[in-house]
Every structure is written in C-alpha cells, then in structure tokens.
C-alpha cells in the first residue's frame, strides 16, 4: 500500500506539472520563457541538492549530458509555451497520444519486433489524436499551441530515450537539469512582459516539487514496480490533467475530448499491456 501510495503521489505529480504551467503563464500571465527558466532552475536546485545529499556531485560527467540537456531544453520551452493557448487536458492528450506515436516509430526504426496489438494500439491512439485536432464546427485548436506541444513532444521523447541506457537516473537528471538552464536562459533575450508573483510561485512549484521531486521519488519506487503496473500507471497522467482541469480550470469537457481521450489512451493502454506480456514471457 505504501508502494501504491507512492506511486499515485508521483502521477499527480506529473498531471500537476500541466496545471501549475497553463496556471502560470495563461492565468497569470508570466511569460512562458521566463517560466520555463524559473522552473528548470528550481529544478536544478532541487536534483542538485538530492545528489549531494547521498554523496554525489550533480556535476560528476556533466559534459555527457549535453544530449539531454538540448532535449530538454525543447521540452520545456515547448510545453510552457503550448499552454499560453491549449487547455490542460488537450495538451496531455496530444503530449501523451503523440509520444506513443513517436517510440513506436523509434521502435521500427530500431528493427524491433512490433506485435499486432502494438500496431492496433498505435492506430487507435492516432485516430484519437486525429479526431481531436480535425478542424470542424466545434472551437479550432490554436496552431500555435499545438506546435508547441508537439515540439515539446519530440523532446521529451528523444529524452526518454536518452535514459533507457542510464545507470544513475537521479544525478543524470541533475546534470540534465543543470546544463539546460543555461540553454533556457538564452530565451530570455525574447521573453517579455511582467513578473507576477503567482506565475513565479507556480514556476518554483513546478521546478521544486513537481518536477525534480516526483522525478526522483519516479526513479525511487520504479526498481520496485512490477513493470506492468510501471507502464499503466503513467497511463492516469493525462486523465488527472483532464480532470483537474474541469475541477480547477473550469475548462470545458466535450464529446470531441472524451472520444478523443478514450481512443489515445485506449491505444496506448493496448500497445503497452501487450508489449509488457511478451516481456514476461
């Protein structure tokens, strides 16, 4: 139960991240590059300070992680500036719809055997992302968020699979961390506006708790995780975010979004099940 509680602590963690960005740079109006400095550099801060109490030095092979540094980089500009526009639960719709696409492209590219449930959860998971940015009657999806998301997209997934072959993924992430802020810094020269103060709490929020804490209590539980439960319960993330956003955000929830969601996450609950049963066998 503990391990569970963990566990859920962590997806909401993640779901919080969409919340805390679309709270900060479209409710209170901060500056989308300026709120991906604020939340890298508490980021940094924070892995920094977690390695260093086991240790460690954040700094130990900093100059290999130039890789994820830029990967992360477009991440996180990406995503922050996706939700000056797009609603949370849209935008992990299409972060985490279009993910699936992208490492199962990875995986073809690789010569990896790719089973017929992998390729049914692949097009289910397309469709549901075809039916939610498909131009029609209901309100258009900003073009520009969505480029945003899906740029951001393509960096987290490089990013993911940067770390398969990682053997320290909490002091990689620090140094990960550590030389992206930099990288984002040099944005600011395009960043504009003021500096509101719940805009800049939601960023340390983010950067702090959300994401250098929930990434390391992810790296914690995970060597724990039976790997089904490891793979479905990232599943609950764009759920939580749809959700929180209605409760919170009071954004609408309509037909086009429900269908859209069921397919995406259907797809990708598929592919992933039946990828972790071969595994086992």
Request: some cysteine; hydrophobic content about 60%; overall charge positive.
């Amino acid at each position: 139960m503990k391990l569970l509680g963990l566990v859920c602590i962590t997806m909401v963690g993640f779901a919080a991240n969409s919340i805390l960005t679309r709270v900060g740079v479209n409710a209170y109006g901060l500056d989308p590059l300026a709120f991906a400095v604020i939340r890298v550099a508490a980021g940094a801060l924070t892995l920094g300070l977690l390695v260093i109490i086991q240790g460690q030095s954040p700094f130990l092979k900093i100059g290999q992680r130039w890789k994820g540094a830029l990967a992360l980089t477009t991440y996180i500009i990406g995503f922050s500036t996706a939700y000056l526009s797009l609603d949370v639960g849209i935008g992990a719709l299409i972060l985490f719809g279009l993910l699936q696409i992208m490492m199962f492209g990875w995986a073809i590219f690789q010569g990896q055997t790719v089973t017929a449930m992998r390729w049914v959860g692949a097009i289910f998971a397309l469709i549901g992302l075809l039916v939610l940015l498909w131009p029609s009657g209901e309100k258009v999806l900003p073009l520009g968020g969505t480029l945003a998301m899906i740029v951001a997209t393509a960096g987290w997934a490089v990013y993911t699979i940067l770390g398969q072959a990682l053997r320290d993924p909490l002091q990689a992430s620090a140094g990960n961390f550590i030389l992206c802020l930099p990288l984002v810094a040099v944005s600011l020269v395009f960043a504009g506006g003021d500096l509101p103060l719940g805009g800049i709490v939601s960023a340390l929020f983010s950067g702090a708790v959300t994401s250098g804490l929930a990434y390391a209590l992810w790296y914690r539980v995970l060597p724990h995780l039976n790997i089904t439960i490891a793979a479905v319960a990232q599943l609950s993330v764009p759920v939580l975010a749809v959700g929180a956003g209605v409760v919170f955000l009071a954004e609408p929830l309509t037909l086009r979004l429900l269908v859209a969601g069921l397919l995406v996450l259907g797809g990708i609950a598929v592919a992933n099940i039946r990828s972790v049963s071969a595994r086992r066998k």
